[in-house]
């Protein structure tokens, strides 16, 4: 069963569908745009289809084209051929194989 909540913002989405989403926010080539991140696909997927001009190559995490920096949130990479721990720790991503653990996200092209 799926439950309506009633919309506050114009918003016809249900409670179902707000959770599977995330809010993230994006800086590239100096540009800053908010999207919404259906969890079910890869966040460079979710960049191309709000019409965001991402980097990318290989879509696979081998090639280390999509990398950018996360500066607020958290993701999970489904696979990783090319970064370092020490990048991980930096914050840095692949965007290709990266799926949402949180609700918001803020990441950037442009600094990293």
């Known amino acids: 069963m ?17 959770m599977n989403k995330t809010t993230v926010q994006v ?3 100096g540009t800053t745009s908010t999207i919404t991140w259906e969890q079910n696909i ?6 191309l289809d709000a019409g965001i001009t991402a980097p990318y190559s290989c ?3 081998n090639c ?3 990398v950018c920096k996360v500066e607020d949130g958290e993701i999970r990479l489904r696979r990783n051929f090319i970064l ?3 990048h991980l720790e930096e914050g840095l991503i692949l965007t290709c ?3 949402p653990v949180s ?5 950037n092209y442009d600094q990293f």
């Open 2 to 18: 799926e439950i309506e909540k009633e919309p506050t913002d114009g918003s016809d989405l249900t409670i179902k569908d707000q």
């Open 27 to 29: 800086t590239i080539n």
């Open 42 to 47: 890869y966040l460079l997927d979710a960049l």
């Open 59 to 61: 879509g696979r995490g």
């Open 64 to 66: 280390g084209t999509c």
């Open 84 to 86: 370092t721990e020490t």
């Open 97 to 99: 194989v990266a799926t």
């Open 103 to 107: 609700k918001r996200l803020t990441i």
